[in-house]
């Protein structure tokens, strides 16, 4: 289970999209990339949450971009007119995460396009075991790419991190914020999903995606931990939530009963 490493050459356009201003960049491989940046918004959070929630949606075999880690050079961007973009690339220098850019992609509307059962069963299962908060009517996280549907930007899954107190307390939550998935109407096989994504997600597959986390995406210092304990606190949060699995699918079986 590894990341290919890919340097960016070329910073192509800002992706405005909230607070964390990812780009469209170009790097030697001769690809192009959704660049997201450890210097915006939540920081190196936000990126373990990208690289976790991307992971784990691969696992699931949902279609997903390939995610690879991008080296951001120190000398890229001194050029850069735009002094908020110029302070972003600075605070971003070293390793920071991709996405292959799907060219042409278009974003899932939940009007024209329907899902089938099965699949978004799987996508609102996931989101409830990660706890994403935004992939909802508003913004969907989801595009259509040559007629198939592919999730992306995991980066507002896991916020029990952004507090990081009482992991094992929030590892039980049931999620009640699942009642806005975009796709729960669709969702008529969570149970059956719910018994099939845990045989995938096995405690060793979780430490596996857990042990992706670079080093220095685990530095925040709040109470002196090291890279391996913080690393420790992801591993047990997610094993403890895919144990108790019926917190949050009971959660999203009620919230679908009550809107049919």
């Not at 850069?80 to 690339?89: M, P, T, Y």
């Not at 799987?122 to 040559?146: Q, S």
């Not at 995606?209 to 220095?216: F, H, Q, R, S």
């Amino acid at each position: 289970m590894n990341l290919r490493t890919v340097n960016v050459t070329r910073y192509i356009t800002p992706l405005r999209e909230g607070g964390s201003m990812p780009a469209l960049a170009e790097a030697d491989d001769d690809f192009k990339y959704v660049v997201k940046f450890r210097g915006s918004g939540h920081g190196t959070k936000s990126l373990i949450s990208e690289l976790i929630g991307g992971v784990v949606a691969k696992l699931l075999k949902l279609r997903v971009p390939e995610l690879v880690f991008v080296q951001l050079d120190e000398a890229f961007g001194q050029s850069e007119g735009d002094e908020e973009i110029q302070d972003l690339l600075k605070g971003s220098r070293g390793l920071n995460l991709g996405l292959h850019f799907l060219s042409g992609a278009l974003a899932y509307d939940p009007i024209t396009t329907k899902v089938d059962g099965q699949l978004a069963s799987k996508i609102v299962w996931m989101d409830a075991f990660l706890t994403n908060v935004d992939r909802t009517v508003r913004n969907t996280n989801m595009l259509m790419w040559h007629k198939e549907l592919w999730v992306i930007d995991h980066g507002a899954t896991l916020y029990f991190h952004h507090s990081w107190k009482n992991h094992e307390k929030q590892s039980l939550t049931p999620f009640s914020l699942i009642k806005d998935h975009v796709l729960l109407p669709f969702a008529d096989q969570l149970e059956a999903v719910d018994a099939q994504c845990k045989q995938i997600l096995t405690d060793e597959i979780i430490r596996s995606v857990v042990n992706l986390i670079p080093d220095d995406w685990a530095n925040w210092t709040e109470d002196n931990d090291t890279p391996e304990t913080i690393k420790e606190v992801y591993y047990q949060f997610l094993s403890n939530r895919l144990k108790f699995s019926q917190n949050f699918l009971n959660e999203a079986l009620n919230a679908r009963n009550a809107s049919i």
